[in-house]
C-alpha cells in the first residue's frame, strides 16, 4: 500500500510560480513506480499534467510544457510539481498520482493523494 500527500496549494496571481510536493509513504518500492501529477478543474474531467520514471525520464502535457517542472527525490520518496508563468486555466484541484508503468491516463495509476487546490486569478 502507498499513500500519497499532496502539499503546496494556494493562491497565486496570474504569471506567478508555484511549487507543489507529494509526500509518498507505505511502500519500499515507491522508488521504483511512475509518479504523476492531474488535475481536475469544476465540471471537467481530471486531466494528465506530467510523469517522472523512477529513472528520472518525463513527460508533461502540452498546456504546461515549458512552463511546469516535474522532479523526484527518490532518498526522500518525494515528487515535486513546479508551476511557473501560470494561468488561470491552471485553476484546478492537483492529485498526486503512483503507477508501475508511465502513462497519460488516470485510470492507469493506482494510488492517489487527496489533492490540493490551486487558484490562479486573472
Known amino acids: 500500500q502507498v499513500q500519497l500527500v499532496e502539499s503546496g496549494g494556494g493562491l497565486v496571481q496570474a504569471g506567478e510560480s508555484l511549487r507543489l510536493s507529494c509526500a509518498a509513504s507505505?511502500?519500499?518500492?515507491?522508488?521504483?513506480?511512475?509518479m504523476a501529477w492531474f488535475r481536475q478543474a469544476p465540471g471537467k474531467e481530471r486531466e494528465f499534467v506530467a510523469f517522472?520514471?523512477?529513472?528520472?525520464?518525463?513527460y508533461y502535457a502540452d498546456s504546461v510544457k515549458g512552463r511546469f517542472t516535474i522532479s523526484r527525490d527518490n532518498a526522500k520518496n518525494t515528487v515535486t510539481l513546479q508551476m511557473s508563468s501560470a494561468k488561470p486555466e491552471d485553476t484546478a484541484v492537483y492529485y498526486c498520482?503512483?503507477?508501475?508503468?508511465?502513462?497519460?491516463?488516470?485510470?492507469?495509476?493506482?494510488?492517489w493523494g487527496q489533492g490540493t487546490q490551486v487558484t490562479v486569478a486573472s
Open positions: 498520482a503512483a503507477s508501475a508503468r508511465g502513462a497519460i491516463t488516470a485510470p492507469s495509476y493506482i494510488y
Open positions: 507505505g511502500s519500499a518500492f515507491i522508488s521504483a513506480v511512475v
Open positions: 517522472i520514471s523512477s529513472g528520472g525520464s518525463t
